[in-house]
Each structure stands twice: as structure tokens, then as C-alpha cells.
């Protein structure tokens, strides 16, 4: 690597050491400012969405669909780690065709699963355990979302968009454990 390229690509920049980092359009801000929260968690989701996407035994339409989705996810990260309204309209956008996929994709597989009449114990299969981790650190995500957006504004779609992802989650989970012929463990109060 030349010494041009290498100083156009360092990894750190010295700039967080003492606790503080730029939202999106260069307000300095604490490391656990509530966008900060709001983001990092959502950059958490994506990652575990990431791990989902690599498991064994995922055909490839649902493989694309959650790159798909961590697409949205980064946008929704973009427009929520943004500080000002001028940059917001660059942005790529989450809307309301976006969790009418979701919702499209939850009931395609609803069509193939048994009726839900207990809870269930996630595990199983990899996959859906994978797929119940996505939808519990989605939960987290959406509840500091909803957390910043007391404070700053914060597109609904996005809080709805969040809200039908972790549903779809706990509905893959279902799917990849019916598609491998697994009996969901169910939960019994007694």
C-alpha cells in the first residue's frame, strides 16, 4: 500500500478517545448521546442480520431479501445518525412500501406454518435461533428509537419498519424450524 493511499484509509482517527463522536453532518456529541443508542443499535441488528444471512440451509430468495433488509437498516441508521434536515433529503429513505414487503413476506410464510397457540421457547435449528436473536436486538433497537425520538424527530415509518422486522424475525424462526421438520418447544405454564 502506498503511503498516499494508507493515510486516506486509516481506521482510526483519534477523534473519540475522550467519549465524544460525530453524528452525521459533524455535531460533536457524547458516545451514549441517545441517537448514538438509537444507531449503534441498529448497526447491532445489522450485524446479527449479517450472521442470519450466512447460515447454512438459507435459500437464496430469503438470503437476498435480509441483505435487503439490512440495506433499509443502514438507511434507517443514515437518517437517524443525521443532524441536519438539509442532509436527511439525500439520504436513502425507509417508507411505508418498505414494511408492506415485510408484512407481504410474514404472511407468505404464515401461509405454510401451523397456527400459533402457545408461546415458544426460541432454539432448534441454528437458522431460527440466529433469527430470534435478530428479533430480540431488533426489539432493543426499536425501543431506542422510540427512546430518541422523545427527544428528536424521527420518521414513523421508520419506528413502523422496525416494528414488522422484529415480527418477521420471529416468524422466520418459525419457518426454518417447520422447513427442517422441527417441533417447536412450546411453552407450558406448569
Known amino acids: 500500500m502506498n503511503k498516499e493511499k494508507e493515510n486516506n484509509f486509516k481506521i482510526y482517527t483519534k477523534q473519540g478517545d475522550k467519549g465524544k463522536t460525530s453524528l452525521l ?10 441517537k448514538i443508542e438509537a444507531y ?14 450466512d447460515q447454512e440451509g438459507i435459500c437464496e430468495s ?9 440495506e433499509k437498516v443502514f438507511a434507517a441508521e443514515s437518517i437517524i445518525a443525521s443532524d441536519s434536515e438539509e442532509l ?14 415485510l408484512e407481504d413476506a410474514i404472511d407468505k410464510m404464515n401461509e405454510e406454518l401451523p397456527e400459533l397457540q402457545n408461546f415458544i421457547i426460541p432454539g432448534g ?18 425501543r431506542k428509537v422510540l427512546q430518541a425520538s422523545d427527544i428528536y424527530p424521527v420518521n414513523d415509518e421508520i419506528i413502523q419498519y422496525l ?10 424462526a418459525r419457518y426454518f424450524t417447520h422447513n427442517n421438520e422441527i417441533t417447536e ?3 407450558e405454564t406448569n
Open 88 to 101: 436527511l433529503s439525500s439520504l436513502p429513505k425507509v417508507d411505508t412500501t418498505d414494511t408492506k414487503r
Open 163 to 172: 416494528n414488522r422486522l422484529s415480527d418477521y424475525f420471529f416468524v422466520l
Open 125 to 142: 435449528h441454528k437458522a431460527a435461533s440466529h433469527a430470534h436473536v435478530a428479533r430480540t436486538v431488533c426489539r432493543r433497537a426499536e
Open 25 to 34: 453532518g459533524g455535531s460533536r456529541v457524547s458516545k451514549y448521546h441517545e
Open 185 to 187: 418447544e412450546k411453552w
Open 40 to 53: 449503534g443499535t441498529l448497526d447491532e441488528l445489522n450485524a446479527f442480520i449479517g450472521l442470519l444471512r
Open 62 to 70: 430469503t438470503r437476498t431479501f435480509l441483505h435487503e433488509i439490512q
